[in-house]
């Protein structure tokens, strides 16, 4: 005799499935997916057409053995997996581990309900995998960890250690960021509702309650309390007569809603029973995989995985002859509801349906926990009303109109000079009434953003007829204010992804709960509110790779894994595509900079073992390079305690290129910590650095050289441990360029700043510059401080750039001062500072004098200071008050930019300030408020 095995993913679904076929026929559970890829590296050939590189799963260690022992002895082995991409893929993985296991032949059944026609039905037509759906489910995973793994690390040098994108994840958060900023830029216009309350006279004082809802035929627009006020006082003047004018009914149909696919049952279990998506698709896989009611179990629901709104003719029958028995043939609509999918949906899929209509709720509520009976009964009743007759109704109004009395005269609005004199205005009163339940008698849940409708709650409307006098028993004046846009809740965030095209039935959930495991957004009731950490991820994934997060085409994504499903696509196509888009968008953040923390650093530099032999030491630049020292300099930095700079973290990334061939360890430990892309791309451009020819000197680049050649440099500066020298600086640029090796961007960059400092010195700065491709910025102040621009060169690609040179007026009104200040002979003593150094001002107006004749230019606080000292000296300057006004002393200071950008902390408008040297972007409710812009990284 023959034996047989059936393989399914889950405990629950085996048991169900197990009633069903007996005890002869062995049915074990994989526990979900037996081979992933690696949890901690990439796990993808690149190189070899983005081969996967799958291993056994925690759970599939668990299972393996024992699914390997059954089917050795098994004749037939049926694959039972869930009929989606991830169930076929869970097949496939199957069948390749179990196939070499003994001789069985190998079958792949699938249904949409476990129930015994459903189970006995797919043995009798066994088919082979959908390797299509494999490849689909496959190209889905690598693609995913492509932007995982080499996205993630960015973040965690840029942002925090262990924070994550994914290529939907991070779209849906991006839906709630951008949300959250159109909630804090929202400005609230005021505007007034009129309520009239009137009788009617000819029907026994009858009354209806209306507002306003046109003047002069245009649609009422009251937008303060001064305009509602005149209005209402013409209203109620003598000599306002207030007649009916139009009375209409409309008859209305409304059709039944389809029923249930995965989105829609998650928004309405969401916005009707205050279920999160993941929950709702918990409670759905236990009604699904089957439920003990008392004489075995079964399941109550379809496949609750699905995007198509098909419903089985039998099922479909089934329906109407239950309507038609229980609630009455007109209940039944003469020809069975059709309903159409989107066009990704999956047309071999059904809806989400009871399996048996005349399973009520209430027949297996003594089965069913709380929750999973609200779940089955929201879903009974849904599919219900599909299948029922439309509902019919009527839509009532009546308007009634009102003139005369001091609405003649009056000018509306009364702030508008030009407004014509003469109103009238408009009532408007309506209400809905439903003459056939049809499907509202068993449902009667609104679709998430669906607005409430004044009419549905109205009450019945007296029956009125047209000219109809009325007299105004009362109006009442309501103030009103527009509202932001709702906040997501986890169902209308769904509806999002949905409608945008972004994500499949099988990942909603998996999005929304993901975003907030990660704490990028948290729940408040219902609300979905972006965190810190979520604005600071967001914006650097927006910002650094705009395309990639970008919601269409993260939909044109899923659009093409759809065409691998349908065999319209090849996979491996698909992803060499993509991949060569996403090396262009990584390209400017591989090498982004980064701080290495003290823990990681330490243990790097154990990776070198004492006995390590380095290289040898080399000169570049007239500097020595040793990496024997550099490594024991690191040593002794960390054990003083002292973290590393980005520079250092960045140098010591460049070290471990150079060894990474003869240091495997180091290899691995970069790679498990996300640093091994980084390190191998710098390597690589070592490498086709050494091999270029040595590249000759731009000739603009020269010209610039041999301009700042002849300049007097300043003496050298000691800022903390550092000492900065000008010149010395200059001479190592232009010996580095001059020996064919390409000045950097950073070099390039200090360059420019160097010669914007020495601009007054430098003959035909402006057009030296310019010649290399810069924009000259507009001076800023009265200095000549630097808006950033752009250069383009062979020697510096991307580089800032310095500014123009100060104006005449800007010079004048500087050596104005030093000539205020040579008048002064009798100079303060020197006096210390809280502790600090002692300030002399003799000392500091030499400085500057010195620095001015070498550079030809102040900076703001250097000028602000030197105004400042010179007002201590007024009585020893001649004319002091004429002279002053002509230096710009006491000039009030230029008011902070209003910028239209709302600061993400308390909502109020951002200023563009000047700091230390550099503009900066802060919260203008300073200092209630310590926001800080940060700067963008180059």
Excluded at 429 to 456: H, M, P, S
Aim: proline share 5%.
């Amino acid at each position: 005799m023959s034996k047989t095995l059936v393989v399914v993913e889950s405990p629950a679904k085996a048991r169900t499935i197990g009633r069903f076929l007996g005890n002869e026929i062995q049915v074990q559970a994989s526990m979900g997916h037996v081979r992933d890829l690696p949890q901690h590296s990439l796990g993808v050939d690149i190189e070899h057409d983005f081969e996967p590189q799958y291993e056994l799963t925690a759970n599939g260690k668990k299972v393996v053995k024992s699914l390997r022992q059954a089917a050795a002895s098994a004749d037939q082995i049926y694959l039972a997996t869930d009929p989606d991409r991830e169930g076929e893929a869970i097949a496939w993985h199957l069948q390749e581990i179990l196939r070499t296991a003994g001789h069985g032949q190998f079958h792949r059944i699938t249904f949409h309900e476990i129930t015994r026609n459903a189970i006995e039905r797919s043995f009798k037509e066994p088919g082979q995998i959908a390797m299509d759906l494999v490849a689909a489910q496959q190209a889905r995973r690598v693609l995913d960890r492509l932007v995982g793994y080499q996205v993630s690390p960015l973040l965690w040098r840029s942002i925090k250690k262990g924070t994550s994108a994914g290529r939907v994840q991070s779209v849906a958060l991006r839906l709630v960021v951008e949300r959250e900023r159109e909630i804090q830029a929202f400005q609230p216009e005021e505007y007034w509702n009129l309520d009239a309350l009137f009788t009617c006279p000819d029907l026994d004082g009858t009354q209806v309650r209306t507002r306003l809802f046109r003047l002069n035929n245009e649609k009422a627009v009251v937008a303060n309390a001064r305009q509602a006020e005149v209005l209402a006082d013409a209203l109620e003047s003598a000599g306002v007569t207030h007649r009916v004018t139009k009375v209409t009914e409309t008859p209305r149909r409304q059709a039944a809603p389809p029923p249930f696919i995965t989105s829609t049952l998650q928004q309405a279990c969401g916005s009707a029973l205050k279920l999160g998506a993941s929950q709702t698709m918990r409670i759905a896989q236990e009604l699904y995989e089957g439920i003990e009611l008392g004489n075995g179990s079964v399941g109550l629901i379809t496949y609750m995985r699905t995007d198509f709104v098909n419903v089985a003719k039998e099922a479909q029958d089934q329906a109407r002859e239950y309507i038609a028995a229980n609630y009455g043939q007109e209940y039944v609509p003469e020809r069975p509801n059709i309903y159409r999918s989107r066009k990704s949906a999956q047309e071999a899929h059904e809806a989400i349906r009871p399996t048996d209509v005349t399973r009520t709720p209430d027949s297996v509520s003594a089965y069913l926990t709380g929750p999973q009976l609200r779940v089955y009964r929201i879903i009974w009743n849904r599919f219900m009303a599909s299948q029922m007759s439309a509902a019919r109704q009527i839509d009532h109004a009546v308007e009634i109109e009102s003139r005369g009395g001091d609405l003649t005269s009056l000018q509306f609005p009364p702030d508008d000079k030009k407004a014509p004199k003469g109103m009238v205005c408009t009532f408007r009163a309506a209400a809905r009434e439903t003459v056939f339940q049809g499907y509202l008698k068993v449902y009667n849940i609104k679709e998430v953003g669906e607005e409430e409708n004044a009419e549905d709650s109205t009450h019945p409307l007296p029956h009125l007829q047209e000219g109809m006098k009325c007299d105004l028993k009362d109006l009442i004046k309501e103030q009103c204010f527009t509202t932001p846009p709702s906040r997501y809740s986890e169902a209308s965030l769904v509806k999002a992804l949905e409608l945008n095209g972004v994500g499949r039935p099988s990942t909603f959930a998996t999005t929304v709960n993901m975003i907030q495991e990660r704490e990028y957004v948290t729940k408040d009731k219902s609300s979905l509110t972006p965190t810190q950490l979520g604005f600071q991820v967001n914006d650097f994934l927006v910002e650094q790779m705009p395309d990639l997060f970008d919601i269409g085409f993260t939909s044109q994504m899923e659009e093409e894994l759809d065409q691998v499903e349908e065999g319209d696509l090849n996979w491996v196509v698909m992803l060499k595509d993509f991949y060569e888009k996403f090396q262009k968008w990584l390209g400017a953040r591989k090498n982004a900079s980064f701080r290495l923390t003290a823990d990681d650093a330490a243990e790097l530099l154990k990776l070198f073992k004492p006995d390590f032999e380095f290289d040898a030491p080399v000169l570049r630049g007239g500097k020595k390079y040793d990496d024997a020292k550099f490594k024991e300099s690191l040593e002794a930095q960390l054990e003083k305690g002292k973290d590393l700079t980005e520079r250092q973290s960045n140098a010591l990334l460049n070290m471990c290129a150079r060894y990474v061939n003869r240091l495997p360890a180091v290899q691995k430990w970069l790679d498990d910590k996300g640093f091994g892309e980084m390190v191998t791309n710098i390597a690589k451009e070592a490498e086709d650095e050494a091999a270029q020819p040595p590249m000759e000197v731009s000739p603009a680049l020269q010209k610039l050289f041999d301009a700042m050649s002849s300049l007097e440099w300043e003496p050298p500066v000691r800022r903390g441990s550092r000492t900065y020298d000008d010149g010395k600086f200059f001479k190592s640029l232009k010996k580095q360029a001059e020996q064919g090796k390409m000045l950097s961007d950073s070099q390039m960059a200090a360059l420019l700043k160097i010669a914007s400092r020495y601009a007054a010195k430098i003959e035909n700065y402006t057009d030296l510059v310019t010649a290399l491709g810069a924009t000259i910025a507009p001076t800023m102040a009265s200095t000549g401080e630097a808006t950033v621009g752009m250069v383009e060169d062979k020697n510096a690609t991307k580089a800032k750039i310095a500014v123009a040179p100060p104006s005449a007026e800007a010079i004048a009104k500087i050596e104005r001062l030093f000539d205020m200040m040579n008048e002064i002979e009798e100079w303060r003593q020197p006096t210390p500072h809280s502790g600090r150094r002692a300030f002399d001002d003799k000392e500091f107006a030499m400085s500057l004098q010195k620095q001015y004749q070498q550079k030809g230019n102040l900076s703001d606080r250097q000028l602000s200071a030197l105004k400042r000292m010179l007002q201590k000296y007024e009585n020893q300057i001649p004319d002091f008050k004429n002279r002053a006004k002509a230096a710009g002393i006491g000039e009030a200071a230029p008011p902070p930019e209003m910028l239209e950008e709302r600061c993400p902390e308390c909502g109020a408008p951002l200023v563009k300030r000047m700091g230390r040297g550099r503009p900066f972007i802060g919260c203008s409710a300073f200092p209630k408020c310590r926001y800080i812009k940060p700067r963008n990284k180059e």
